[in-house]
């Protein structure tokens, strides 16, 4: 089968039959054919093949080839979930536990990669110790995203100290009308006798 001109999206992927197959990146915005057949997609440009993928029937939506990738795009390949969580820790400990809630509130780790390498683009802006302190502020306001930490650089809130307010003191109130428990327990014995 063959598809017609179809434009590379910016993510250099195009899409055929509700799935995303990539091409080489220095090809985004060129126009591109696809061909088709039950098991194989292939990528045309000027009638010269640059991508052939396995065609994709499962869930998978994007169809990746790494070497279509820029280089920036793969050094993210080279990262894990844990691998990000000790380098947060090398930083300090709240990095490390807002890379880790960042990863587990995803739907999967992948998802929260950009949101972390964030954080080490912080590091490198305003250094690990204000980070840190930012990320402990991020997650005592319940604000664990990397647009939250930012935030609190940008104005400077990582320097002023948190305040936590202290439990509302709960005082037993003393009434005539009041029954305390041994009233219940009380009526409770008549009962079972």
Request: proline share 7%; net charge positive; with cysteine.
């Amino acid at each position: 089968m063959f598809y017609g001109e179809l434009p590379i999206n910016i993510d250099y992927h195009v899409e055929f039959d509700t799935r995303y197959y990539s091409v080489p990146y220095q090809l985004v915005h060129e126009p591109v054919e696809v061909r088709a057949t039950a098991h194989v997609v292939e990528v045309l440009h000027r009638n010269r093949r640059v991508a052939s993928h396995v065609r994709e029937y499962g869930r998978r939506r994007f169809i990746t080839n790494p070497e279509h990738m820029p280089a920036a795009h793969r050094a993210h390949l080279e990262w894990t979930p844990s691998k990000l969580v000790a380098w947060g820790a090398s930083v300090g400990p709240p990095v490390a536990e807002l890379i880790t809630t960042i990863l587990t509130t995803r739907p999967h780790p992948e998802h929260g990669y950009r949101a972390c390498m964030g954080l080490k683009r912080l590091v490198k802006q305003y250094g690990g110790e204000r980070v840190s302190a930012a990320c402990q502020r991020a997650l005592a306001i319940n604000g664990a995203s990397y647009t939250s930490v930012h935030s609190i650089l940008k104005n400077g809130l990582d320097r002023v100290p948190i305040l936590v307010e202290a439990p509302a003191k709960v005082v037993p109130i003393q009434h005539a009308n009041l029954r305390g428990p041994g009233y219940y327990q009380q009526a409770l014995a008549l009962l079972e006798a």
